[in-house]
Structure formats: C-alpha cells, structure tokens
C-alpha cells in the first residue's frame, strides 16, 4: 500500500495525488508530518511505498513506471 504523506495545501502534493488517481493506484493519505520529520525529512510530498520513503521526483518517476 501507498502512502503519501502531504498537505491540502501544498501543490506538489495535489499534483502527486492526481498522478496516482489517473493511474487509479490506491493510496492513503496522511497529514501527519511528526513520523517525517523524526526521520529528518523537511520537504514535502512523500510517497511511503513499503518501507521506502520517495520524494517528490522519485516519487513521480515510480508513478510513470508503473
């Protein structure tokens, strides 16, 4: 399962978001940052797949990949 970890009102996050539903991949979101931020990440959106945390890009590339 996918979670990405975000905002309402963060573009780039809105911008993953709509990238996983035209592809229709089931996620989950959170807005809980605390679990992010304990693990030193300051940039945001995240995609959790497994135990791999994506930023941004990487996380855009995983998308096109799939």
Request: proline share 3%; charged share 35%; hydrophobic share 40%.
């Amino acid at each position: 399962m996918l979670t990405v970890f975000g905002s309402d009102d963060c573009p780039r996050c809105k911008v993953l978001m709509s990238k996983l539903d035209a592809k229709n991949i089931e996620y989950e979101k959170s807005f809980d940052t605390s679990e992010l931020e304990r693990m030193g990440f300051t940039i945001l959106p995240i995609l959790k797949k497994d135990d791999d945390y994506l930023e941004f890009k990487a996380a855009v590339k995983y998308i096109q990949s799939l």
